[in-house]
């Protein structure tokens, strides 16, 4: 920053002000530098010099190609600017699973040898440390001194591949292009501990900024204070594409902790089978099994075989993730026994479900509360509990996650 600019004849062309980045067209690449020009130069707008219209003298230096050819800086923020947009400013580091704050950025040239036509400048990665911020304070000295001073520090760097930016306004990160890739690949969990990191504003348009799927896994791992903190300001039609990607239960519990108008609103906008999920498990208090379970499962018939439940599998459109036991019924729709998945790998395709090593059936009553569930989980060291309803027909599953969950609540 500040560093002069030569014209092809060797005078002061201007001054560097800001780092241009198209993310649309290369996000690990300054595109062009932005000048403020010479006084004898001097134009309403700062001028945008490419990269490719650089190149580098013998000692290092700066200086346009004869060919180059400055435009004015287009006003319409088609460009991320790196001081502007990134120093000072908070970032995630997807590798570390955390939220930083940038003081400085390294770039390094490329393509400087003689015969490579066109300069690059790559951006290597960000400091969040000490020894950055020392050379934002020291800024103006000779550089020499400032190089000397900082290197006391050690260094402490992400690197551009690892970091994910946040801007206030989602609309303006769509329209530069910016992809969210890394971050929706992050676990639900870390993306919680990061929006619980940031400042509200900043939480809001990180949140918004998330696909219906990442932002209802991220939404069932946050606290109730902060679920009604992030869906707010959104509305009900926006709120009900989120809810529906959501488990049943969780859905569930975060509806009811909502008034009821701002409940039935988010219900209306909810497709019919989703909507009919969710009212059913609001029936049940919180904290017993009903208001734990889930109604994704997959149950077959007594008489399915081993094709059948793969056949299941493959068809269902819940978290495949949660599923660990196959449920077997008779015909009054009972559960008769459960089949743990890793049969099925073990069995020929036309084997009887029944015919397969099962599992000890534990069950528990829709009614049974939070304590209740817990010791029959840690008693018989389960995986998954199947939930019945007054009539001996299964009603739901609570997984080992719910319990966890209820523990660390009660904690």
């Not at 002000?17 to 004898?40: C, N, Q, T, W, Y």
């Not at 029944?354 to 008693?379: I, M, Q, Y």
Request: aromatic share 4%; net charge negative.
């Amino acid at each position: 920053m500040g560093s002069a600019i030569a014209d092809a004849q060797g005078g002061t062309f201007g001054h560097i002000r800001e780092f241009a980045v198209a993310p649309s067209v290369d996000a690990a690449h300054v595109h062009g530098i932005v000048l403020k020009l010479a006084s004898s130069r001097r134009r309403d707008k700062p001028s945008l010099v490419l990269i490719s219209q650089l190149e580098l003298s013998p000692d290092g230096a700066m200086q346009l190609r004869k060919s180059a050819q400055p435009t004015p800086l287009p006003e319409d923020e088609s460009f991320l600017l790196l001081e502007r947009d990134l120093l000072d400013q908070q970032i995630i580091d997807v590798h570390g699973h955390k939220v930083v704050r940038v003081n400085d950025v390294d770039l390094v040239w490329e393509n400087c040898q003689e015969d490579t036509p066109d300069l690059s400048l790559r951006i290597a990665e960000v400091e969040v440390g000490m020894r950055g911020a020392v050379r934002r304070l020291l800024k103006g000295l000779p550089s020499t001194s400032v190089d000397r001073i900082a290197s006391r520090f050690g260094a402490s760097v992400i690197p551009w591949d690892f970091v994910d930016l946040i801007d206030r306004d989602p609309a303006r990160r769509v329209r530069l292009k910016i992809e969210q890739d890394r971050l929706s690949k992050m676990h639900p969990s870390d993306i919680a501990d990061i929006l619980e990191e940031l400042a509200p504003a900043e939480r809001h348009a990180l949140f918004v900024s998330l696909d219906e799927e990442v932002a209802a896994e991220a939404l069932e791992e946050v606290k109730p204070k902060m679920q009604q903190s992030l869906i707010e300001s959104l509305d009900s039609e926006q709120i009900a594409g989120i809810v529906e990607e959501m488990d049943p239960g969780a859905a569930a519990d975060l509806l009811s902790e909502l008034t009821d108008e701002r409940s039935e609103a988010i219900l209306g906008e909810m497709d019919p089978q989703e909507r009919q999920e969710v009212e059913d498990l609001l029936e049940f208090a919180g904290d017993s099994a009903a208001g734990r379970m889930t109604t994704e499962y997959i149950a077959l018939t007594s008489t399915a075989l081993v094709d059948q439940a793969i056949a299941a599998l493959r068809d269902f459109e819940g978290d495949i993730d949660m599923i660990t036991d196959i449920y077997l019924l008779d015909e009054e729709e009972k559960i008769t026994a459960l089949v743990p998945l890793v049969q099925l790998l073990l069995a020929a395709a036309g084997t009887p479900l029944t015919e397969l090593p099962h599992s000890h059936l534990v069950t528990c009553n829709v009614d049974a509360n939070g304590r209740k569930v817990a010791e029959l989980f840690d008693k018989y060291n389960l995986r998954s509990l199947p939930v019945i309803d007054k009539d001996k027909h299964l009603a739901g599953v609570i997984h080992a996650e719910q319990v966890i969950a209820l523990l660390r609540a009660n904690h």
